[in-house]
């Protein structure tokens, strides 16, 4: 039995991901839970004729505690989406809320699930889950995920409409956070190789960054990615599951991660990285989560420039994060 959870199910991301995840045949049960509208999304939902049932749940009732319970993977994109202007780090303020809310309920009925926080800003939004966790004695390193999905998937796309490589087969390790500066493409590191210029590397690297933006600002108003975010997030809950459920070895996914894991690989991490405690390096995901925690590879002169920029911002994200559950009484 595979039940896979996601909480925020009737948002803009949350429908098309449920969509694609009720498409997976590794899920037997698939929990829909939101404050509002999940009972009508579960229930559209449930006429698809894929091995998946598919339950919806409100708040009252014990809603989130049936939601989670013997969940094997939670993925939670619950929160408010930026509007033009914003920038992620605005969103803290509801969304940390938000988070700690539902990691509490995490701890207390599902401690062992495998989490994929989508809800931003993932560079913060990653520690409070964790906080949350340690603080109830149940967090595991190995399982909590942010997902960083989306920028490889831009980054693909981006740079394929340059190198005119097939998209589908480009692969380009994206780093460090997610958001503006943080988000580090190691062009470098493209596969198949491929050589940018650099007018070419600055101007991919920018958009990759700042891809986001592109999407609020064409939405005007109405929110930010979610149908691309969806797929991602899709692609991302497909590895973890076909890793920890179906036993398949050698997937390799970046993903922003708690570097602290034993055992993994997380120390050298962080030692290249100025001693930060999350980051988002390329994972090697095993039956049990991370198995594995890639160094960054060799980097260009540029690209190590991007990551001086980016390591004290990414500071100050996870302190932020940190301490919004560390401060509480
Ligand atoms: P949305 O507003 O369309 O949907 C959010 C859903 O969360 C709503 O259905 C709302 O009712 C629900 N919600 C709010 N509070 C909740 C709670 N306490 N418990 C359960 N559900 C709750 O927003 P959208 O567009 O789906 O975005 C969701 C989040 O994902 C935002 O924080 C956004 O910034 C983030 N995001 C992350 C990306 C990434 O790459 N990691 C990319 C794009 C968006």
């Known amino acids: 039995m595979v039940k896979a959870v996601v909480l925020g199910a009737a948002g803009g991301i949350g429908q098309p991901l449920s969509l694609l995840l009720k498409l997976n045949d590794a899920i037997t049960e698939l929990a829909l839970y939101d404050i509002v509208n999940s009972p009508g999304v579960a229930a559209d ?21 049936n939601a989670l319970t013997n969940a094997h993977l939670i993925v ?14 605005d969103l803290f303020k509801i969304n940390a809320g938000i988070v700690r809310d539902l990691a509490t309920g995490i701890a207390n009925y599902s401690p062992d699930a495998y ?17 949350v966790l340690k603080k109830h004695g149940v967090f595991n390193a190995k399982k909590v995920f942010g997902v960083t999905t989306l920028d490889i998937v831009r980054a693909s796309t981006f740079t394929s409409s ?8 480009v692969r380009v390790p994206v780093v460090g ?24 590397i600055e101007s991919l690297t920018k958009r990759i960054q700042f891809g986001g933006d592109e999407v609020v600002k064409a939405k005007d108003g109405a929110g930010s990615a979610t149908l691309s975010m969806a797929q991602a997030g899709a692609r991302f809950a497909t590895s973890i599951l076909n890793a920890t459920v179906k036993g398949e070895s050698g997937i390799v996914e970046p993903s922003y991660v708690c570097l602290d894991a034993d055992g993994v690989g997380g120390k050298q991490v962080r030692i290249a990285v100025n001693g930060l405690s999350y980051f988002s390096s390329n994972i090697e995901l095993g039956k049990n989560g991370i198995e594995k925690i890639h160094p960054l590879g060799d980097l260009s002169e540029y690209e190590n420039k991007l990551l001086e920029a980016a390591i004290p911002e990414l ?11 560390t401060d509480e009484s």
């Not at 939902?45 to 505690?65: E, R």
């Not at 939670?76 to 780090?89: C, E, L, N, T, W």
């Not at 989490?115 to 906080?131: Q, R």
């Not at 500071?315 to 559950?325: A, E, L, P």
């Open 115 to 131: 989490v994929l926080v989508i809800s931003n800003p993932v560079n913060s939004t990653v520690p409070i889950i964790a906080e």
């Open 315 to 325: 500071r100050t994200n996870i302190n932020k994060g940190v301490s919004f559950i």
């Open 76 to 89: 939670i994109p619950a929160g408010v989406p930026r509007k033009p202007g914003m920038s992620r780090d």
């Open 45 to 65: 939902l449930s006429h698809i004729n894929t091995p998946a049932k598919v339950t919806g749940y409100l708040p009252p009732n014990d809603g989130l505690k």
């Open 177 to 200: 956070g997610h958001s503006g500066v943080t988000i580090i493409p190691l062009l470098s590191q493209i596969s198949p190789p491929h050589t940018f210029n650099q007018e070419e």
């Open 162 to 169: 340059v190198s005119r490589a097939d998209p589908r087969e």
